[in-house]
């Protein structure tokens, strides 16, 4: 632009404008304030610094790294072991307690809770469900009726060494036989033992039905493991039927399927994958979802 | 971008301003309220108050480690910070108040930046002079004495500094102990780097930004231009008395003649005592903080020449145009604006006053699982499960009972709990601790209750005191 042109001056303010004019409307040309320019240049200089001290360039094949070589993976990581030499006192304090003192200290009680809860979100959640209440098949584990044991010791063995897992030698065995496929049992037999398991609950049984020939095939059948009263053998995993809790469901239909299919559910055997503290904290936990014996 | 417009600056330096010294009323009381304040900034955390052996010993104190606010006799927990947002609530309703009432006299007299302002620039004053030597020396050039004038002002204001930055961190633990600390150099990394932020912010907000700061920084000009009216008191230039403006000479000449000129005589000093560097007699303005120093400077002038004092005073706009229109001055501090402020400062300050004195040193809090809600136990019962959180203020260790109310038949446990009292749990609360339990509240399936709510009570197996909370207790 020619050096000869002069600003135009705002009679007003005497302040010079840009020269635009709007419909009549000029725009005063009010210089910055300086202190408000050095902090503007002083941000184009730390955001130069920035780009050299970390990851700033997008590549072809890659980014550029930063003089720092900093990454947010490694800063996760960091955190992580900050968490774990945080935590290690109260750690080791769990790994040193037994399971009942632990119940009985309010503090390593709730740090195990705490641990217990968040193994559990990344274990357990998937078959047990988000609050420990299962579904069909799948044990709930606030309920009170416990397959191998509610009592913090057998809950720890049950989740160290699973349910029918091969892989470990002291998992929890036991096998309910199917009566319907290897012809144990005849439909009109599974149909009286049915009723007369469903009577075992309180349940009225269904009109017709013959309780006393059901109870004869239970006895000669089922009594070797869930016993002449129908309580269940923890021994062997044989659930008590005398209870309002059905794993597989408390209908007919649904005791009938068990005779007919035997069979039963599989856990894995966590020592495997968890630390013997984090099983702790998990049994703690399980215990303390209110079922526990 | 617009055209660069040869000759024009890029940008614009802001222009210094050197406050001249003011002497009168207003000065004084800003002179009595600086000392007061800031005595009571420095030496507020060295006042002991006694509660006991287990508590801390100091009246206001910012527990960061325990959380927990202490303040006379109240002590605020992390769950009770509703009191401090009651606190800001009264704050800025007192601030409003206020405005109605005679404008930004927060601003001038009490905002923490004109307080340590007026003592760094009385630094300035005592060192390098007054308002003309100041200006003269900063347009002449560097001589030794002038290198020491300064060296010794930037000294006195960095020890200012770093006393109030100082202060601040006693505030937030035992204050004899960290200034005993803090002289061996044993205390905490993070008092002294907080010492250095405070020292680093009060010599630059002080010091060099000053006006600056309620010019660009601070957001309550823009409120308080929003929130004045008519009829508050602000610093006013009264023009219906010193227009039109003429010197004395003039004006001493045109009142011979038999005219009446105006009783201002353009003399400037308003200006040249301004802390802010503004006119008043362009009106009230934005930069104005109503500190009053013109009224001072002008009364001076005023008595010199022999006219009336006041040509600016606290007034308000209603009254300048009263005077215009020949009517007399009336001042309405009662007005539907001030009743509502009064009011809601009062109902908010009740609100707070009678929480306060319901305040129990126990308190329980109740929250249900909500997976499952519930579940059927072996028998059929019902069961239903609870996080409680029980909270003990006292400074020993006390015994709760945990109660149910409403349900007959229920069987109420907690995990981990094992003594009882009547058939109910028994937990122990250290002393200013909370404690969690996990309780479970049983009710067989015959006796499900019709009312589903449940009511939890803790008793103090002592003292009997009582809290309680309430929830639902969820069946199929």
């Not at chain 2, 008043?280 to 022999?306: E, F, H, N, P, Y």
Request: aromatic residues 10%.
């Amino acid at each position: 632009m020619s050096a000869e042109k002069r600003p135009e001056i705002d009679a007003l303010t005497g302040t010079a404008t840009t020269g635009h004019d709007w419909d009549g409307i000029k725009e005063l040309n009010t210089p910055l304030p300086r202190w408000w320019l050095i902090t503007f240049y002083a941000c184009i200089v730390w955001a130069i610094g920035y780009w050299i001290a970390y990851p700033a360039w997008p590549l072809v094949t890659g980014f550029t790294k930063g003089v720092f070589h900093w990454n947010s993976r490694a800063s996760v990581s960091d955190d992580l072991k900050e968490l774990t030499a945080m935590r290690a006192t109260m750690n080791e304090k769990l790994a040193a307690a037994s399971l009942a003192e632990i119940e009985r200290a309010p503090e390593l009680l709730s740090f195990a809770r705490a641990e217990g809860g968040a193994a559990f979100a990344i274990n357990c959640v998937p078959c047990h469900g988000a609050g420990g209440q299962g579904s069909k098949g799948y044990p709930n584990l606030n309920a009170d009726r416990w397959l191998w044991g509610g009592t913090l010791e057998a809950i720890q063995t049950t989740i160290a060494h699973g349910v029918r897992w091969d892989a470990d030698r002291d998992t929890h065995t036991s096998l309910m036989p199917s009566f319907g496929h290897d012809s144990l049992l005849n439909g009109p037999d599974m149909s009286d033992v049915a009723d007369y398991v469903r009577s075992l609950s309180g349940n009225t049984p269904e009109e017709g039905a013959d309780l006393a020939a059901g109870q004869s095939i239970f006895i000669q059948n089922c009594a070797p493991c869930h016993g002449e009263d129908g309580r269940g053998n923890i021994e062997l995993g044989a659930p008590n039927l005398r209870t309002q809790v059905w794993l597989y469901g408390g209908s007919k239909a649904d005791i009938m399927d068990r005779i007919q299919n035997g069979g039963g559910g599989v856990m894995p055997a966590w020592a495997s994958r968890l630390d013997p503290t984090t099983i702790k904290a998990l049994a703690v936990f399980v215990h303390s979802l209110g079922g526990g014996k | 971008m617009h055209e660069e417009v040869p000759g024009l600056p890029l940008y614009a330096a802001a222009a210094k301003v050197y406050p001249q010294s003011a002497h009168g009323v207003y000065r004084r009381i800003k002179w009595i309220l600086l000392v007061v304040t800031l005595c009571i900034y420095y030496l507020l955390p060295f006042v002991r108050w006694n509660r006991g052996p287990s508590e801390p010993a100091q009246a206001v104190l910012v527990d960061l480690t325990h959380r927990k606010f202490y303040f006379f006799f109240i002590e605020i927990w992390p769950q009770e910070v509703y009191y401090l947002t009651g606190l800001l609530i009264l704050a800025a309703l007192s601030l409003f108040l206020m405005n109605a009432l005679a404008g930004r006299v927060w601003c001038g007299y009490l905002c923490p930046q004109t307080i340590w302002t007026d003592l760094f620039l009385a630094t300035e004053r005592w060192t390098e002079g007054d308002r003309r030597e100041r200006m003269l020396k900063d347009t002449g050039p560097w001589t030794i004495a002038r290198v020491k004038e300064k060296t010794l002002k930037h000294f006195i204001w960095l020890m200012i500094a770093w006393w109030t930055g100082g202060a601040w961190v006693n505030y937030f633990t035992d204050a004899p102990t960290l200034v005993h600390d803090l002289a061996m150099f044993q205390a905490p990394v993070v008092a002294y780097v907080w010492i250095g932020i405070l020292t680093f912010t009060t010599y630059v907000l002080a010091g060099f930004m000053r006006e600056q700061v309620c010019l660009f920084m601070c957001p309550w000009p823009r409120i308080q231009a929003a929130l004045t009216d008519e009829n508050a008191l602000n610093v006013m230039y009264r023009y219906d008395r010193g227009e039109p403006r003429t010197s004395f000479k003039k004006s001493a000449a045109l009142r011979v003649k038999g005219e009446h000129p105006g009783d201002c005589i353009d003399c400037g000093q308003c200006i040249a005592v301004c802390p802010t560097g503004v006119d008043i007699r362009d009106g009230s303005c934005l930069g104005c903080i109503q500190c009053g120093l013109c009224i001072d400077a002008c009364d001076t002038v005023m008595k010199k020449i022999g006219r009336q004092p006041r040509l600016i005073a606290y007034d308000t706009d209603v009254n300048v145009a009263r005077r215009l229109s020949g009517k007399a001055n009336v001042y309405k501090p009662i007005r539907s604006r001030t009743i509502l402020y009064a009011v809601l400062i009062a109902g908010v300050g009740l609100v707070m006053l009678s929480a306060l004195a319901e305040r129990k040193n126990m308190s329980v809090s109740v929250m249900h699982d909500r997976n499952p809600m519930f579940v059927r136990t072996a028998d059929g019962s019902i069961r239903n499960a609870w996080t409680i959180h029980i909270a003990n203020r006292a400074s020993n260790s006390r015994q709760f009972m945990i109660k149910t109310e409403s349900f007959d038949a229920a069987h109420v446990e907690a995990i981990g709990v094992s003594s009882a009292a009547d058939g109910w749990p028994v937990v122990e609360v250290g002393p200013d601790q909370i404690r969690e339990v996990r309780v479970l509240v049983t009710v067989h399936a015959a006796h499900l209750p019709s009312k589903q709510s449940l009511r939890f009570e803790i008793v103090d197996l002592e003292s009997g005191e009582k809290a309680s909370a309430t929830d639902n207790f969820v069946a199929p």
